[in-house]
């Protein structure tokens, strides 16, 4: 039995998801799209938002860019956590399973994935299990130590034929981060269990049950950086466009 559907889909950048608007979740999920570098004046007022441990985990970073993208994401995350199931910011409690998957404990059917990377973060809130990944992506960056320990048969061949090998290379993996990421697995030796290119899959069972279904969408976030998310169920491309949530206005 298929249980994992791999496509692309097109996300207008130029129009954005009516404010309250319920559309996305007609496929289970919202994305939501942060320039980091429109929030950067403001990070004294989004550092606010972060518990002790969070602040001091932003310490950590060594480069300011990556202390920046950490407090940016993880801000706009509690806000729209906050604004998701009507609490203050600072009264999100996030917690991880067994597997290091953060979740809710006070509302664990709110199901929600975090990625950043260059230039953008992306958040992602679902009604079902959901991941998201970003990657920007690097030119003329030789992949060919990692290509057989992280790509199935199918996938190199495609990639061995693809005219972009870049961007089919950035496809097939952040496709892998976010299905993985949904079922809250980390990266490992699963990725190569994993065959991601277009068209239906079965995911062995050990990985995802039988019973479970998931579909993952490639998607570009500019000419620089594509994005990947992951969302349980089928997907209906009757259901519709797909936007960008609008974020939160300061």
Avoid at 135 to 157: A, G, H, Y
Avoid at 177 to 185: D, F, M, P, S, V
Avoid at 187 to 203: F, G, K, P, Q
Wanted: with cysteine; glycine share 4%; proline share 4%.
């Amino acid at each position: 039995m298929n249980n994992l559907y791999c496509g692309s889909i097109k996300i207008n950048s130029t129009i954005v998801e009516p404010k309250n608007s319920n559309l996305n979740y007609t496929l289970g999920f919202k994305i939501f799209k942060i320039p980091i570098a429109d929030y950067v004046d403001v990070i004294t007022h989004l550092i606010d938002n972060l518990n002790t441990d969070e602040k001091l985990r932003s310490e950590q970073y060594h480069f300011e860019a990556d202390r920046n993208r950490f407090i940016i994401s993880r801000s706009f995350l509690r806000i729209l956590l906050a604004e998701e199931i009507g609490v203050n910011a600072l009264e999100i409690k996030i917690e991880k399973d067994s597997f290091e998957k953060p979740f809710l404990p006070s509302h664990p059917n709110t199901y929600f994935n975090v990625s950043h990377s260059g230039d953008f973060a992306l958040i992602i809130l679902g009604s079902k299990m959901v991941g998201i990944d970003v990657e920007k992506m690097v030119l003329n960056q030789d992949f060919s130590d990692i290509i057989p320990s992280v790509f199935c048969t199918k996938e190199i061949n495609e990639l061995q034929d693809s005219l972009d090998k870049t961007r089919t290379f950035y496809k097939f993996w952040t496709r892998k981060e976010a299905i993985l990421k949904a079922i809250g697995k980390g990266i490992s030796e699963e990725l190569i269990r994993l065959c991601v290119t277009d068209a239906y899959h079965n995911i062995q069972e050990d990985i995802l049950p039988k019973t479970t279904k998931l579909f993952t969408l490639s998607f570009e976030v500019d000419e620089k950086h594509i994005g990947a998310l992951c969302c349980e169920g089928d997907y209906h491309k009757s259901a519709g466009p797909i936007y960008f949530s609008p974020l939160p206005e300061f």
